[in-house]
């Protein structure tokens, strides 16, 4: 299995659209959680973290189901602007702190 | 403030030859990583500095690839000699420190094409 799994997409919606996509991780002792966007041919950026039970950014809600060892990521009222690969980050639990990052999820948001 | 400056953007090589990548980290950030992105794929860690002391490089092939941080701010990732399957995004990103809570800012990346 997979230290981070993702849906690879692409989900296409509408402008508008609520629209929402998990990450499985294999590591039950895993602690946190990061969302990273990454737009096509860019760098990833940081969206948000996840420490706890979940986070909430205006339109973006992140949640931690811990019994399931699963993330979302709810997006509500898309953009066009929000097309995009999502990254589900999950660090190593040990001194290392290396990041593991998932394949991402593709989001096409249409008119 | 300055990003993670990272040269070339763009490099395409015929395989067997060599390569360098360039990276120059976020002034006053003391942790720099260097990640291999392929297609369709999330980054892959490669080896990991703090400061000048690479403390993971266990995803490096060392036969080919090799990595300084000589002063402890920029970084040169090299390929030698480079193989088809090179053929990927190389992204570098740093941070203040190690650690879980320190966000990593990564660089544009060079796309690397080996023919």
């Known amino acids: 299995r997979k230290e981070v799994e993702q849906d690879p997409g692409p989900f296409n919606v509408p402008e508008g659209a609520t629209v929402a996509f998990n990450c499985t991780y294999s590591?039950?002792?895993?602690?946190?959680f990061f969302w990273y966007r990454q737009d096509c041919r860019k760098e990833p950026k940081l969206l948000m973290s996840?420490?706890?039970s979940g986070n909430e950014d205006g339109r973006f809600t992140a949640q931690l189901n811990r019994a399931s060892q699963y993330i979302s990521l709810l997006i509500r009222d898309s953009k066009l602007s929000d097309s995009a690969t999502y990254l589900c980050?999950?660090?190593?639990?040990?001194?290392?702190?290396?990041?593991?990052f998932g394949s991402g999820t593709r989001l096409l948001v249409r008119p | 403030e300055a990003g993670v400056v990272q040269s070339p953007r763009y490099k395409i090589i015929e395989k067997k030859q060599p390569v360098a990548f360039w990276c120059n980290p976020i002034?006053?950030?003391?942790?720099l990583y260097w990640y291999l992105q392929n297609l369709g794929q999330g980054p892959e860690l490669l080896i990991r500095?703090?400061?000048?002391?690479?403390?993971?490089d266990s995803q490096l092939p060392k036969d080919r690839f090799s990595a300084e941080r000589l002063k402890g701010v920029d970084s040169t990732l090299k390929i030698q000699p480079a193989e088809l399957g090179d053929s990927a995004v190389y992204l570098c990103?740093?941070?203040?420190?190690?650690?879980?809570?320190?966000?990593?800012?990564f660089g544009p990346g060079t796309r690397l094409t080996v023919l």
């Open positions: 002034s006053g950030h003391n942790t």
């Open positions: 590591n039950s002792a895993s602690q946190s």
């Open positions: 996840v420490y706890s």
């Open positions: 500095y703090e400061n000048e002391e690479a403390v993971d």
């Open positions: 980050v999950v660090p190593r639990v040990d001194s290392s702190y290396k990041l593991i």
């Open positions: 990103a740093s941070s203040l420190t190690s650690g879980t809570y320190n966000e990593q800012f």
